[in-house]
């Protein structure tokens, strides 16, 4: 996914698109660096709920990226393992299946604000992390609760 996206913005540019450089752009996603919040809300959350990762990329970039989190997932549904990306309900359908919880008692957690529809559809409560305007992708998803970073969310139910 990351490789094309390197190519749609090359496409863009008008530039000539570089294979070696895409697949760089592409296996770089692991040491993109966390926002400044998200390990100390993580570990504050992993004390008291199971927690579980969607993720739009493949296994093995999710498995290194998750390093730098320093937490436990139980759950972990990836495009790769669904064949299908988010807001697709069917990588929701696999993690609530997998999670094994009545979804009405699952919090779907995401910026990207076009996941709330799948996650409400299927019973979840669903939190909006608008960060910026580029979170609000103009899907009009009305979530449970909208916040602007995860501090919110551990200050909100602590």
Known sequence: MLQRVAQSVAESLRVRS???????????????????????????????????????????LLFQTIKQLGVPFEVIVTSQQTKSYKPDRAIFDRAVKLIGEHP??????????????????????????????????????????????LTQIVEAIS
Do not use: K
């Not at 966390?34 to 296994?59: H, K, M, Q």
């Not at 008692?105 to 910026?132: D, F, K, Q, Y």
């Open 18 to 60: 570089d294979p070696a450089r895409e697949a760089s752009f592409a296996s770089s996603l692991p040491t993109w660096p966390a926002f400044e919040e998200t390990n100390p809300s993580l570990t504050w959350l992993a004390r008291r709920y199971r927690l579980a990762i969607i993720s739009n990329v493949d296994d093995h």
């Open 104 to 149: 009405s008692t699952i919090i779907h957690i995401a910026e990207e604000r076009c996941e709330v529809t799948p996650a409400r559809a299927l019973g979840m409560r669903s939190i909006w992390v608008n960060r910026s305007p580029r979170s609000d992708d103009g899907s009009n998803a009305q979530p449970n609760a909208v916040v602007s970073n």
